[in-house]
């Protein structure tokens, strides 16, 4: 699923400029609309978008880097997110994010799958600590959850992922 830089295109990036005007104060916004397209924040992009608005490559790169909803890496099609705060930590989440590293067969502190349906991320907290331990995927909460509940989710995704090809 690796595209080749020379035929990337830029035209969905240039309605967004221009949507939000090519103003600086808007790049925050931009940068999340060229995240949800690409999944991620591609470095030819982001020096694309600096030329663009005429600003400084280093404050685009600045703000991609400061917050941490973007992302530099490619990201999959579903991100799981497991949370490790306290409340879960306690409650045995490095069972579940073991487990979900196994199912999906993460291995060397890989994140993302080779075939870029999943992408696992740890989390501090996820505010939810009532349901601890919680896990989220594409912002759906599933709290008290065990490594054979993530395992079934895991496994419901891939069906689905796979009824979705199908048709």
């Not at 595209?3 to 990337?8: F, L, P, V």
């Not at 991609?64 to 973007?70: H, P, S």
């Not at 487990?99 to 999943?118: H, I």
Request: glycine residues 6%; charged residues 25%.
């Amino acid at each position: 699923m690796t595209e080749n830089i020379s035929c990337r295109n830029f035209e969905k990036v240039n309605d967004i400029l221009e949507k939000y005007d090519y103003r600086p104060s808007n790049l925050i916004s931009i940068l999340q609309e060229v995240q949800e397209i690409y999944r991620y924040l591609p470095e030819e992009i982001l020096t694309y978008i600096s030329t663009a608005m005429g600003i400084a490559p280093a404050r685009v790169f600045g703000v991609a880097t400061f917050y941490e909803n973007f992302s530099l890496e490619p990201k999959g099609k579903n991100v799981i997110k497991v949370c490790n705060g306290t409340a879960c930590h306690v409650r045995k989440s490095d069972k579940i994010l073991s487990t979900v590293r196994e199912t999906l067969n993460l291995k060397n502190g890989a994140k993302t799958t080779d075939d870029m349906l999943f992408t696992l991320e740890t989390v501090s907290c996820l505010g939810a600590c009532g349901l601890a331990p919680v896990v989220v995927v594409n912002d759906r909460v599933y709290g008290n959850m065990t490594p054979e509940k993530v395992v079934q989710l895991i496994n419901e995704i891939m069906e689905g992922s796979r009824n979705d090809q199908d048709s």
